[in-house]
């Protein structure tokens, strides 16, 4: 590995990691102010123009604040679980192509953090490691409510996860259709979303080839499942503030609750992005043909990926200012009896239809 | 299909307040320090002691305002006023008057227990305090001068809109007593605090020498 090439993945990985931390002050402010809307308020608006700043004030505010640690914690636990659940909140990003290959002198390179060809895999790991985050952050606190919390957590997260990865896989079937060979990398995922369903028929070809189309199912289940998944309203169960004051963040307070604070909020733009990359073709979109300028058409796929990223994170909004929240057993029975079955069921279904058309019936 | 149904309803709910609000016609709230609303006449705010119109305090010491505080935060003390210079036009008048405005409750039931609509409560609602002893507000503050203007703890604070202390609450007009027959037809209050513009109430030996006469 020569400099250049160490220089240009140093690159990458700020890259990513700025454009998360940016997005991800500013989503705190659109939730805010979204949620705001939808409750007839005005929302922040002190703060800098319409209050983009709040975000700032408040993240400064909790640095300046101290880190009160119960005397009944486990020190270690408790003061791991805030890295613990971002950490992998930000890993789970660099996973996520956010704009098409740039050619750099004679070299393509990638605009994601890590280009791994088990992307999917990581991600469905890295969200399990999150869940580890809640759980040990609720039980060594040492106080009720966060333990409640955490307890929780482990079978909400796990319910989910399952529908969430099932959800993956009939994706990752499907991508197996449309080009040589299965993959799990997302950079392949969305190249194979290039392009229109012209070739099913030609009525489709002002249809652009996302899973989408033929995985909407699929889409729907992935969609409850990530905000399961992100522990939002309606299933924020975890830290359900009328219930458990604060849920498994109830104890921490300055850095470490904004550390907690920040992986929700990154955890929802990350996980809006990967259903934008899954199912809505990612950065892929009009290029308009060299109509527009070098730097507007080489900025356009990732204008493209953020803003059907952020039509799914305004869904997350959206559901938060809309519905109550779930009861426990409401939560495990949309789970078990509905989710995980629909997904399955799904996946056999839609393994038989494509493998179908891919390679004939089986008698043949 | 229910469920999905009323959850497609729902979604719509929600977003129709959004687009509302955006462009204004669902707003309900107000920036607050930028835009004041206007209060209900009968707001309970800050407590004043008036005077009459010829300088005399209100305020007789009587210590009934004292008295029936539930929060007991007011605190008077009253002092025989002197008879060639007199404070008041009562035998007393409020030698010292504290209220606590960190336990008062704004009932204003010291307002309705005043026999001489001394005390009275404004509009005004901004005093927050950087200490508690500054949330004591003594008579210096209480009382106003002889032009009718109350004085303010902090009148330099941006959000403290000194013109809510001439508007009064309407409590007191509603139940205050119309007085003695001889000043029928005699304006007995105004919404507004300061020297009245009514003619001062007669000293205790007015009244004997009426009745008397009467």
Redesign the interface.
């Known amino acids: 590995m020569t400099w250049t090439e160490l220089g240009i993945v140093a690159l990458r990985v700020i890259l990513t990691f700025g454009l998360l931390l940016v997005v991800t002050i500013i989503n705190v402010w659109a939730e805010r102010k ?1 949620v ?7 929302g922040p ?1 002190r703060a800098g123009p319409f209050g983009v700043l709040q975000t700032v004030a408040d993240g400064l505010k909790l640095f300046f604040k101290e880190s009160i640690t119960p005397r009944k914690a486990e020190l270690g636990l408790y003061t791991l679980a805030p890295f613990l659940a971002v950490i992998p909140a930000f890993l789970i990003f660099m996973m996520v192509p956010w704009g098409a290959p740039v050619t750099v002198g004679d070299e393509v390179v990638p605009l994601q953090g890590a280009d791994l060809n088990i992307g999917l895999l990581f991600i469905l790991a890295m969200s399990s490691m999150a869940v580890y985050a809640v759980v040990l952050a609720g039980w060594s606190s040492g106080s009720k409510y966060p333990l409640l919390g955490g307890v929780r957590a482990t079978a909400q997260a796990i319910s989910y996860e399952a529908a969430m990865g099932l959800a993956m896989v009939s994706v990752v079937v499907f991508t197996a259709t449309q080009g040589d060979g299965g993959t799990l990398s997302l950079s392949e995922i969305v190249a194979r979303q290039g392009g229109n369903w012209g070739d099913v028929a030609p009525i489709f070809s002002i249809v652009p080839r996302w899973n989408l189309v033929p995985q909407l199912v699929a889409f729907v289940i992935f969609l409850v499942a990530i905000v399961a998944e992100t522990n939002r309203a309606p299933f924020d169960l975890v830290e359900a503030e009328q219930e458990l004051v604060g849920g498994y963040h109830t104890e921490y307070s300055g850095m470490r609750f904004a550390m907690f604070f920040l992986a929700e909020y990154i955890n929802i733009f990350s996980m809006s992005a990967i259903a934008a990359t899954l199912f809505l073709g990612g950065w892929n979109g009009p290029t308009f043909d060299g109509a527009l300028p070098g730097l507007v058409s080489a900025a356009l796929p990732t204008v493209w990926f953020l803003l059907k990223t952020y039509v799914i994170v305004f869904i997350f909004f ?1 559901l938060r ?3 109550p929240r779930l009861r426990y057993d409401q939560l495990m029975t949309l789970g078990w009896k509905g989710l995980i079955p629909a997904a399955l069921a799904w996946i056999a279904l839609s393994a038989v239809i494509f493998g179908f058309r891919q390679f004939g019936p089986p008698w043949s | 299909m229910g469920v999905v149904s009323d ?1 497609l309803k ?2 719509k ?3 129709r ?2 687009v ?3 462009t204004g016609s ?4 107000t ?1 607050y320090p930028d835009e004041k609303r206007v209060k209900p006449q009968r707001f309970h705010g800050r407590h004043v002691l008036n005077r009459y119109p010829d300088g005399m305090e209100k305020c007789i010491g009587c210590e009934l305002c004292a008295g029936v505080c539930p929060a007991d935060c007011i605190y008077v003390r009253g002092k025989e006023n002197d008879p060639h210079n007199p404070i008041s036009p009562g035998e007393r008048y409020g030698y010292v008057y504290e209220i606590n405005m960190l336990r008062c409750i704004f009932c204003g039931l010291c307002v309705e227990a005043c026999p001489t609509e001394a005390i009275t409560m404004t509009h005004l609602f901004e005093f927050s305090t950087t200490n508690r002893a500054d949330a004591v507000y003594t008579r210096e503050e209480l009382l106003m001068d002889r032009e009718g203007r109350v004085p303010h703890m902090f009148p330099d604070d941006p959000l403290v809109d000194l013109s809510e202390l001439d508007t009064a609450d309407g409590w007191v007009r509603a139940t205050a007593p119309s007085g003695i027959a001889a000043y029928e037809g005699v304006k007995m209050w105004q919404g507004t605090p300061g020297p009245a513009d009514w003619s001062p109430e007669p000293t205790q030996e007015e009244i004997d020498r009426r009745s008397e006469d009467g």
């Open positions: 979204i705001a809307d939808m409750q007839s308020r005005i608006s959206w200012a809309t519905l | 959850f729902a979604l709910v929600t977003a307040i959004m509302g609000t955006m669902e707003l309900v709230t920036p």
